[in-house]
């Protein structure tokens, strides 16, 4: 959400409106009306991290062999995108697949 909330922002600015201090919740509702059912919209169980929004078209499964194909092989720091170690990779490939389970 708070990278949709970010795009949404610049998005306004650009066509000249500025609204700096637009809350997640007024996107939220805008999102809401306009795509209704189509999005999901998820909390992290840890609650400093941004929600997840996300079709809700998308299986389980599909999410799982999402982060099983995608986990340790780059790492998107502040400072980019970055190749991880072999060990690196598996250390991370099972801490994502951990942390999916546990959601599911």
């Known amino acids: 959400m708070s990278e949709l909330l970010e ?3 610049r998005k306004l600015s650009q066509e000249g409106v500025n609204a700096p ?3 997640s919740s007024k996107l939220t509702n805008r999102l809401i009306k306009s795509f209704g059912s189509r999005l999901s919209y998820r909390q992290p169980l840890d609650r400093s991290q941004s929600e997840i929004v996300y079709s809700s078209h998308v299986t389980t499964g ?5 982060v099983v194909n995608t986990s340790g092989d780059q790492w998107a720091g502040e400072e980019g995108i970055e190749e991880v170690t072999t060990e690196a990779k598996e250390d991370e490939k099972y801490l ?3 942390h999916t389970a546990k959601i599911i």
């Not at 599909?62 to 999402?66: I, M």
């Open 7 to 9: 795009r949404y922002i």
């Open 21 to 23: 201090s637009y809350r």
């Open 62 to 66: 599909e999410v799982v062999e999402t």
């Open 96 to 98: 994502h697949i951990y």
